[in-house]
């Protein structure tokens, strides 16, 4: 399986970026956002089901919004009104039907006070 991750970038506080991840894979059971700043532990961020069940971190709910589109086979993270303390890379995980996790490359979020 394979996780291509996209659409990181430097925004402004209060700014929104779109995180991409395409998986080469349609099947899985859950797919999901983690981030990761220097020095701290990676933390997840957003998680959807197969299903299309969301769930959030407490520090991002109301902010982000994490979505699927099926025919495309990719999970996107719309970030809105971002702040200093979302700077992180932003990593794509997926979890298949058998347990197994994989993780795409990270992607760099940097908000400028």
């Known amino acids: 399986v394979q996780l291509q991750a996209s659409g990181g970038g430097l925004v402004q506080a209060g700014g929104s970026l779109r995180l991409s991840c395409a998986a080469s894979e349609s099947m899985f059971t859950l797919m999901s956002w983690y981030r990761q700043a220097p020095g701290k532990q990676r933390e997840l961020v957003a998680s959807?089901?197969?299903?299309?069940?969301?769930s959030y971190a407490g520090s991002v709910k109301g902010r982000f919004t994490i979505s699927r589109d099926s025919a495309k086979n990719t999970v996107y993270l719309q970030m809105n009104s971002l702040k200093p303390e979302d700077t992180s890379v932003y990593y794509c995980?997926?979890?298949?039907?058998?347990?197994?996790?994989?993780w795409g490359q990270g992607t760099q979020v940097t908000v400028s006070s």
């Open positions: 959807i089901t197969d299903g299309e069940v969301p």
């Open positions: 995980h997926l979890r298949n039907m058998f347990n197994r996790d994989y």
